[in-house]
Nanobody
Framework: QGQLVESGGGSVQAGGSLRLSCTGS????????MGWFRQAPGKEREGVAV???????RYIDSVKGRFTISKDNVKKILYLQMNSLKSEDTAMYYC???????????????WGQGTQVTVSS
C-alpha cells in the first residue's frame, strides 16, 4: 500500500477553480473510504468531503454546491473539483483514506503530505 500523494494545488483568484488529485495503491482505493481535509494557519483541521466505497458523499456545509469529490475507479485517482473558490478556502489540503465510520472525524489510516491552495481576492 503506497503513500497517498496530492497534486493540483496552486494560487487562483476568488471565483476561480482548481481540481485536486490524490493517487495511491489500487488496494487502498478499493478498500477504504477516502476524503479531503484542510487546515489553514491558526485553525483546526476540518473534513471537506468524503466519498465511501458505495459512492455516497459527504461535504462540509461551507463547500456544498461548490466542491465535488469523485473517484476514478479505473485509474485509482481521487479528485476534488473546487469551483467558485473563496479566500476562506485557502488552506493546505490533505488526501486521506480510512474506515467509513471513522474517516470524517479525522481518524484516518493513511494521509498524504498535502497540497497548498491559495485563493486571493
Amino acid at each position: 500500500q503506497g503513500q497517498l500523494v496530492e497534486s493540483g494545488g496552486g494560487s487562483v483568484q476568488a471565483g476561480g477553480s482548481l481540481r485536486l488529485s490524490c493517487t495511491g495503491s489500487a488496494y487502498l482505493y478499493s478498500t477504504y473510504s477516502m476524503g479531503w481535509f484542510r487546515q489553514a494557519p491558526g485553525k483546526e483541521r476540518e473534513g471537506v468531503a468524503v466519498i465511501d466505497t458505495d459512492q455516497r458523499t459527504r461535504y462540509i456545509d461551507s463547500v456544498k454546491g461548490r466542491f465535488t469529490i469523485s473517484k476514478d475507479n479505473v485509474k485509482k485517482i481521487l479528485y476534488l473539483q473546487m469551483n467558485s473558490l473563496k479566500s476562506e478556502d485557502t488552506a493546505m489540503y490533505y488526501c486521506a483514506a480510512g474506515d467509513r465510520f471513522r474517516l470524517w472525524s479525522g481518524d484516518a489510516r493513511y494521509w498524504g503530505q498535502g497540497t497548498q491552495v491559495t485563493v486571493s481576492s
